[in-house]
């Protein structure tokens, strides 16, 4: 994992440059102001840029910054996006996120996920305690490759903490730490394998315990797990919104060791206030761990967005120079 810590100095610069941004953008609509974003962000401290850039061009599967400014008087935990939404909950820190971001990629959203927006908030919601989305808390969330269902998903997911008290865990495992046996390694690289929207975007039909086979109703894309250089391969993988083909048994079997083998390989990452991480959406998969939210204000809340290295390869998928995905 790389990692880099901001300077007290370059903390107060950063926050600075957020601060002069919100002053003159009183309307808090990043969709519309990305691109100015991007060109701010060319006024972050020299170290924080270097760094950035040399982790991309490494393909560094994980990348950890701490120490982002975070406010002292944060608001409490939310109850749900939606309200986070409703009360613009925390903007200083999603614009925080966005700026660091943009050094590495081009942020995106998607029309059908938390209402289109670019930044996500990540919190537990009452009601939502085992479902397979970010706002559970009991459901442990397995390893998967963010919006694996999509040839045009995020090169990078980046997650901002503001508020852990309970010290709960990102699950993190690295492609490059499993040596899948010759076999089923042949067999990842096949299009052998459906992906799935996960329950977090807003599709049809309904996808439960109770009602398991509608998952397959889904729109869906068939691909290989395992593509790109055969010495260095890109991941593409997440067990409960990936399946075979149907009537593939053997590709089963290497989806479910694939699986096995990631989960064995895992490492724990837990963020504090201030510390961002970017994971590599090729070179890693990731998860969270349970735990047992308060609903009192004080809960886990994180900023997610996610980030692609060329935003042309959106433009091309959508017909319109749009940073929304449908």
Same mark, same amino acid.
């Given at each position: 994992?790389?990692?880099?810590?901001?300077?007290?100095?370059?903390?107060?610069?950063?926050?600075?440059?957020?601060? *002069?941004?919100?002053?003159?953008?009183?309307?808090?609509?990043?969709?519309?102001?990305?691109?100015?974003?991007?060109?701010?962000?060319?006024?972050?401290?020299?170290?924080?840029?270097?760094?950035?850039?040399?982790?991309?061009?490494?393909?560094?599967?994980?990348?950890?910054?701490?120490?982002?400014?975070?406010?002292?008087?944060?608001?409490?935990?939310?109850?749900?996006?939606?309200?986070?939404?409703?009360?613009?909950?925390?903007?200083?820190?999603?614009?925080?996120?966005?700026?660091?971001?943009?050094?590495?990629?081009?942020?995106?959203?998607?029309?059908?996920?938390?209402?289109?927006?670019?930044?996500?908030?990540?919190?537990?919601?009452?009601?939502?305690?085992?479902?397979?989305?970010?706002?559970?808390?009991?459901?442990?969330?397995?390893l998967?490759?963010?919006?694996?269902?999509?040839?045009?998903?995020?090169?990078?997911?980046?997650l901002?903490?503001?508020?852990?008290? *309970?010290?709960?865990?990102?699950?993190?495992?690295?492609?490059?730490?499993?040596?899948?046996?010759?076999?089923?390694?042949r067999?990842?690289?096949?299009?052998?394998?459906?992906?799935?929207?996960?329950?977090?975007?807003?599709?049809?039909?309904?996808?439960?315990?109770?009602?398991?086979?509608?998952?397959?109703?889904?729109?869906?894309?068939?691909?290989?797990?395992?593509f790109?250089?055969?010495?260095?391969?890109?991941?593409?993988?997440?067990?409960?919104?990936?399946?075979?083909?149907?009537?593939?048994?053997?590709?089963d079997?290497?989806?479910?060791?694939?699986?096995?083998?990631?989960?064995?390989?895992?490492?724990?990452?837990?963020?504090?206030?201030?510390?961002?991480?970017?994971?590599?959406?090729?070179r890693?998969?990731?998860?969270?761990?349970?735990?047992?939210?308060?609903?009192?204000?004080?809960?886990?809340?994180?900023?997610?967005?996610?980030?692609?290295?060329?935003?042309?390869?959106?433009?091309?998928?959508?017909?319109?120079?749009?940073?929304?995905?449908?």
């Open positions: 994992m790389a990692r880099y810590v901001l300077s007290d100095i370059e903390k107060n610069e950063l926050a600075a440059v957020a601060d *002069e941004f919100l002053a003159t953008h009183p309307v808090w609509t990043p969709l519309e102001w990305a691109d100015d974003i991007r060109a701010e962000a060319e006024r972050l401290p020299v170290g924080i840029r270097r760094f950035l850039v040399s982790s991309r061009a490494a393909e560094d599967a994980v990348i950890l910054l701490g120490n982002l400014p975070v406010d002292e008087a944060l608001v409490p935990t939310p109850p749900s996006w939606e309200v986070a939404e409703k009360e613009a909950a925390a903007i200083r820190e999603e614009l925080v996120l966005l700026l660091v971001g943009s050094v590495l990629g081009e942020p995106f959203g998607w029309v059908n996920q938390q209402d289109g927006r670019l930044v996500h908030d990540v919190c537990p919601s009452k009601g939502q305690e085992n479902s397979l989305t970010s706002a559970s808390s009991r459901q442990q969330l397995t998967h490759t963010e919006d694996v269902f999509h040839s045009c998903r995020g090169d990078y997911v980046a901002m903490c503001l508020r852990n008290p *309970e010290a709960v865990g990102t699950t993190v495992a690295l492609v490059e730490s499993v040596d899948f046996p010759e076999p089923t390694r067999v990842l690289h096949q299009d052998r394998f459906r992906f799935f929207p996960d329950d977090s975007h807003q599709v049809v039909p309904e996808h439960s315990a109770e009602n398991p086979s509608a998952l397959a109703d889904r729109p869906h894309e068939v691909a290989s797990v395992l790109g250089p055969e010495e260095a391969p890109y991941l593409r993988i997440d067990a409960d919104f990936t399946d075979a083909v149907p009537g593939d048994t053997e590709a079997t290497a989806l479910r060791e694939a699986a096995g083998l990631l989960a064995a390989a895992a490492e724990r990452v837990v963020l504090s206030p201030g510390d961002a991480v970017f994971i590599d959406n090729h890693a998969v990731h998860g969270r761990d349970t735990f047992t939210p308060r609903y009192d204000g004080t809960d886990r809340w994180l900023k997610r967005t996610s980030l692609v290295r060329d935003l042309r390869r959106t433009y091309v998928r959508t017909k319109s120079r749009s940073r929304l995905l449908g």
